[in-house]
């Protein structure tokens, strides 16, 4: 996988200037209070917060459910209004616009921290006409709720943050016994725990990790399975329980070795090549375990084979990049809700 960081988000740090205008111009004569208070719609099931940035030039507004499942993405949608008489540019994308998670055993989540060291293409500023709105959905729709509510979640427009946002947890309780949620954790690892099963919780065992069947890209071919250590860890979280999983190889690779940053779910370790390294964390209910976070270390020893990667899901398989990489280097991927796995098993022990 080389050395570059994939990072599943599709926001990064920028800023809109801290509230001073982007281009000159005057007001129009509507909606230029600045009231900042949030608004509850109980018809829509939904409450906003709004605030002018931009020297006033422009009105920012957040709107989000009043609460989400358990496991589901938070989901904002930003609305930008240009409430003056000329054009604006605002930094719509790569951080322009941001939220902060703040639980209720005090945990936070900043959007902007996972995407600081992010390499990928600079985007240019939107053009919002007079008098128009431009939407974006979705923004944060990659972090999953896995901590129980009340959530605190402030929405920013650049440098300008928005009044506080109060979203509940839903969840259908009560949550399963240890054996139907390590069951869960299993099924919805999309068999790559079907050779390396956890039968007790915090309890590692040791299997095997299988490379995908069926038509997948790359072909699985002749790669041979990887010998591994496996672990699922639960903690509870009321209503529901949030499974961490761990997977290691080579065996020698010990668990207690691999860090796991939250509540970012970044992967650190400490280990000579050649390793793989995976941690995927699910949420667990009554009714299965949702997959909302995971990532991957490895380093592999130079020789002239090709490794190849897949990305897991809950529902199988998929294609990542250009399917594979040349023994030698090392690399990782983290923020996404299924891990990328390297089967370093083809390359020098």
């Known amino acids: 996988m080389g050395a570059a960081v994939l990072v599943a988000m599709t926001l990064a740090a920028s800023a809109c200037g801290g509230g001073q205008p ?10 230029v209070n600045d009231t900042a208070v949030p608004q ?3 018809a829509s099931g939904t ?6 940035i931009l020297g006033g030039r422009v009105r920012c507004t957040a709107t989000v459910s009043r609460s989400v499942q358990a496991g589901d993405p ?3 949608t930003f609305s930008l209004r240009n409430v003056s008489n000329d054009r604006v540019k605002v930094p719509l994308y790569r951080g322009g616009l941001w939220l902060v998670v703040r639980a209720a055993d005090g945990t936070t989540y900043d959007t902007r921290v996972p995407l600081r060291d992010e390499i990928g293409p600079m985007t240019l500023p939107t053009t919002i006409l007079p008098g128009t709105t431009k939407t974006v959905p979705e923004v944060g729709k990659y972090l999953r709720v896995r901590w129980r509510g009340p959530l605190q979640v ?7 943050a928005l009044p506080v946002l109060s979203v ?3 969840v259908a309780g009560p949550p399963p016994d240890e054996p139907s949620a390590l069951a869960a954790v299993v099924t ?6 079907d050779h390396c099963r956890p039968e007790r919780a915090g309890v590692a065992v040791e299997g095997q990790i299988f490379p995908p069947s069926g038509g997948t890209f790359p072909p699985s071919g002749d790669t041979p399975p990887m010998s591994a250590t496996c672990s699922v860890s639960i903690q509870n979280e009321g209503q529901f329980l949030v499974a961490q999983t761990l997977i290691a190889s080579p065996p020698d690779l010990a668990l207690g070795d691999l860090h796991v940053n939250q509540p970012y779910e970044q992967l650190s370790l400490r280990h000579p090549s050649p390793y793989e390294a995976v941690a995927w964390e699910f949420v667990v209910t009554k009714d299965g375990a949702t997959p909302v976070a995971a990532a991957e270390a490895d380093a592999t020893k130079p020789a002239d084979h090709m490794a190849p990667d897949w990305t897991w899901t809950s529902s199988g398989v998929q294609r990542l990049g250009s399917g594979s990489s040349r023994c030698g280097g090392s690399g990782g991927s983290w923020g996404g809700t299924g891990p990328t796995v390297e089967f370093i098993s083809v390359c020098p022990a």
């Open 22 to 31: 982007v281009m000159s111009g005057t007001l129009s004569t509507a909606d």
């Open 40 to 42: 509850d719609s109980v």
């Open 47 to 52: 409450v906003s917060s709004s605030r002018l």
């Open 74 to 76: 938070v989901g904002l």
């Open 154 to 160: 402030t929405p920013g427009c650049g440098q300008t």
């Open 168 to 170: 509940g947890v839903n």
């Open 188 to 193: 919805a690892s999309g068999h790559l725990l």
